[in-house]
Nanobody, 124 residues
Framework: QVQLVESGGGLVQAGGSLRLSCAAS????????MGWFRQAPGKEREFVAA???????HYADSVKGRFTISRDNAKNTVALQMNSLKPEDTAVYYC??????????????????WGQGTQVTVSS
């Protein structure tokens, strides 16, 4: 069993920045793909970014060039640096994890462990 806890959400003006963090505990392993998803009210959960155990990354087209995902295997944490935020980025952001495979999953059903979510609100 792995527990994931997100932090760092809040209210920010358009064009601003936020840094989200996810701390993993329990039966953790560095051999996990760690991902971020988000869900706005009335919309389906969508993939944001993910990072493999080896540090390879994948981003949704909507956040490329603005968001950066990183991980610290020694501390069992993953972060999402969000710059140039837009109102469209407003959502609950979730941290997720799954045992590493030969590719980086981008569907929420491919992830096994999930955090409780943290609210990000971008005002215009």
């Amino acid at each position: 069993q792995v527990q994931l806890v997100e932090s760092g959400g809040g209210l920010v003006q358009a064009g601003g920045s936020l840094r989200l963090s996810c701390a993993a505990s329990g039966r953790t392993s560095s051999n996990y793909v760690m991902g971020w998803f988000r869900q706005a009210p009335g919309k389906e959960r969508e993939f944001v970014a993910a990072i493999s155990s080896g540090g390879s990354t994948h981003y949704a087209d909507s956040v490329k060039g603005r968001f950066t995902i990183s991980r610290d295997n020694a501390k069992n944490t993953v972060a999402l640096q969000m710059n140039s935020l837009k109102p469209e980025d407003t959502a609950v952001y979730y941290c997720a994890a799954v045992v590493a495979s030969w590719y980086i999953p981008s569907y929420d059903r491919e992830y096994r462990y999930w955090g409780q979510g943290t609210q990000v609100t971008v005002s215009s």
